[in-house]
């Protein structure tokens, strides 16, 4: 099996490096890819991930048997949708499926419909209607982009001055908002297998959104990550893939927009039983980096299962014993401005992911985005896995890079 992967984050850079491993690869790339994908898959150009001719042509150029995609632009865009009509088999799904993420609006619809537990919320377009709006909940309130927004669209926040001028900031940009109450417990993320019908859950996994340590600070793309987790009841991925995402993939067939590659449900603990923060349309980032190197079942023969409708025909998947952390390395200035171009030392290391990386000619890599490197760590169990990834975080330098010190501490 040829694969060809299509993203640039560490998300990819994992998931190269879990295809590696499975004996069905004959040939691996990644397009555009970063700085660290290179030592075990071929490099490609593509000027613009989102379109879906360039990803075509370049899947037919290569011969790819199985086209991967990873971030959640291009599904969005519909560069799933031009692979398969391309004749190329393709995990990720189209367009239409892939709302679920692309339209927060959509997916409450899809949700109603399912009769899925999830927060109230109300759609504004019009900043006329937005004080009316805020006025029908109550605090902590829960402002978020209706579009995508790289996880840095939400402000949760039981201040009213600062949740209105969120909304007026996305509404100037001509951004609907979506208002939500607050669901209170602990979040976690289930990633699914989906088919179209059929679905298989890997294990639950819990990230840290916030930019400081214990939960302080704006939200980002996602600080750390770490699975399984421990404190959670086991039949937890059973009942919310029979609660929650069998009943939402159902609701998307029976539309006529049948769900195909990774359903990642963003869940609330609540007191009442667990509910929907958010719906994903492609593995997240960083849970992925923690996720991955605990799967012992062939990921690729898996992800060409789901791409081609055969994913019931697949045994139980097969996990690692012990635990994986995942650190976030970001550069000076992130969630914000990123400073960028700086040396950065130890970024070859084993378990160190590459995100917002470039190569220069002589060599050195230096810093090309805001989240730099993802570094993990596995142990017998959490607390082994943790002391594993921050003692390989000690040993990488990146002037004014930050990253938190606390991921996997609360586990809960």
């Known amino acids: 099996m040829r694969v060809l992967v299509i993203g640039a984050g560490a998300r990819e850079h994992a998931l190269v490096l879990a295809m590696a491993q499975d004996p069905a690869v004959t040939a691996l790339a ?3 890819g970063n700085a660290g994908v290179h030592s075990v898959a071929e490099r490609l150009g593509l ?3 989102t379109d879906g001719e360039q990803v ?11 086209v991967v995609i990873g971030p959640e632009m291009p599904l969005v865009a519909g560069v799933a949708d031009a692979v398969r009509a391309a004749g190329v088999a393709c995990f990720g799904p189209s367009a239409a499926a892939a709302a679920i993420e692309g339209s927060k609006a959509f997916a409450k619809d899809v949700m109603s419909a399912a ?5 109230h919320a109300e759609t504004v377009d019009n900043p006329a209607h ?17 579009g995508l927004a790289a996880g840095k669209g939400v402000v949760v926040s039981s201040d009213l001055d600062e949740a209105r001028a969120h909304a007026m900031t996305l509404l100037d940009a001509g951004h609907p908002v979506l208002l939500e109450s607050f669901l209170d417990g602990p979040e976690v993320s ?8 059929t679905v298989r859950p890997l294990l639950p996994a819990q990230d840290f959104k916030r930019v400081g340590d214990d939960d302080t600070g704006p939200n980002t793309g996602g600080m750390g990550s770490y699975a399984p987790l421990p404190w959670a009841e086991a039949s937890l991925a059973d009942d919310v893939v029979s609660t929650i995402v069998e009943p939402v993939v159902a609701e998307l067939d029976a539309r006529g927009t049948p769900f195909s590659g990774l359903l990642y449900a963003g869940l609330a603990l609540t007191s009442t039983g667990p509910a929907v923060v958010e719906f994903n349309c492609r593995f997240g980032d960083p849970e992925t980096q923690a996720i991955l190197p605990l799967l012992r079942t062939p990921l690729a023969g898996l992800l060409h299962a789901t791409a081609t409708g055969r994913l ?10 012990g635990a994986a952390v995942v650190v976030v390395l970001a550069a000076e200035g992130y969630p914000g401005t990123p400073r960028i171009g700086d040396v950065i030392v130890g970024a070859d290391a084993d378990g160190v992911l590459h995100a917002g990386t470039r190569r220069r000619d002589d060599g050195a890599v230096v810093s090309s985005g805001g989240r730099v490197l993802s570094v ?3 142990g017998s169990d959490l607390t082994a896995a943790r002391e594993d990834a921050y003692r390989r975080v000690a040993k990488i330098r990146l002037p004014g890079s930050h990253y938190r010190s606390d991921i996997a501490l609360k586990r809960q």
């Open 56 to 66: 075509a042509g370049l899947a037919r150029q290569w011969h790819a048997d199985l």
């Open 376 to 378: 993990v760590g596995t």
């Open 312 to 321: 019931a025909e697949q045994l139980a998947l097969d996990w690692a014993p």
């Open 190 to 197: 289930l990633f699914c297998l989906v088919d179209g019908r």
């Open 130 to 146: 937005l004080d009316a709006a805020l006025a029908r909940f109550e605090p902590p309130y829960v402002v978020k982009d209706d």
């Open 47 to 49: 000027p613009d991930p």
């Open 30 to 32: 990644c397009a555009p």
């Open 115 to 119: 009769k899925v537990p999830t927060a």
